[in-house]
C-alpha cells in the first residue's frame, strides 16, 4: 500500500504550511542569523492499526533550493516498525523517504487469520 501524501486526513501539522506526509522542512542556515532555531520533526505512529512502514524506504534530505544542505537528524525507527521519528536540520531542506514513496505492509502486531486459532468455550 503506497501513501498518499497529499492526505492529511489522519495527521496533524504545524508550521506556516502543510508538507507531504513523512517530510519536515527547515531552514535555520547561518546566513539567516536566527539564534532560536526552530528544526522541523516529523513522527509516523501507526501502533494499533495493523501496519508498519516498510523497512526498505530510506528517510534522508532534499537541497532545497540545491545550494543549500539540510540534514536528517536523530532518525529512530522502533523494533516493531511502528514508530519513525526524525529532525530536519542544517541549512534549508526538506527530509522524507529518498527511496520513493512511503509504502506500508502488515505488521506482525497482529497474527494473520490463517494463524488464528477458534477459541471454543465450555459451560
Known amino acids: 500500500m503506497v501513501v498518499n501524501e497529499s492526505d492529511f486526513t489522519f495527521t496533524s501539522q504545524t508550521g506556516s504550511k502543510p508538507m507531504q506526509y513523512g517530510y519536515a522542512f527547515d531552514c535555520n542556515g547561518g546566513q539567516l542569523g536566527d539564534h532560536c532555531p ?3 520533526t516529523a513522527t509516523i505512529d501507526t501502533r494499533g492499526t495493523g501496519l508498519i512502514v ?7 534530505a532534499f537541497p532545497y533550493p540545491e545550494s543549500f544542505e539540510g540534514s536528517t537528524e536523530d532518525f529512530n525507527r522502533s523494533a516493531l ?7 530536519c536540520a542544517g541549512w534549508c531542506g526538506s527530509c522524507g523517504p529518498i527511496s520513493g514513496p512511503i509504502r506500508f505492509q502488515h505488521s506482525t502486531e497482529f497474527i494473520s487469520a490463517a494463524d488464528a486459532q477458534a477459541i471454543i468455550c465450555h459451560k
Do not use: A
Open 38 to 40: 526552530h528544526f522541523g
Open 81 to 87: 516498525g511502528d514508530q519513525i521519528s526524525f529532525t
Open 54 to 60: 516498510d523497512p526498505t524506504v530510506e528517510f534522508g
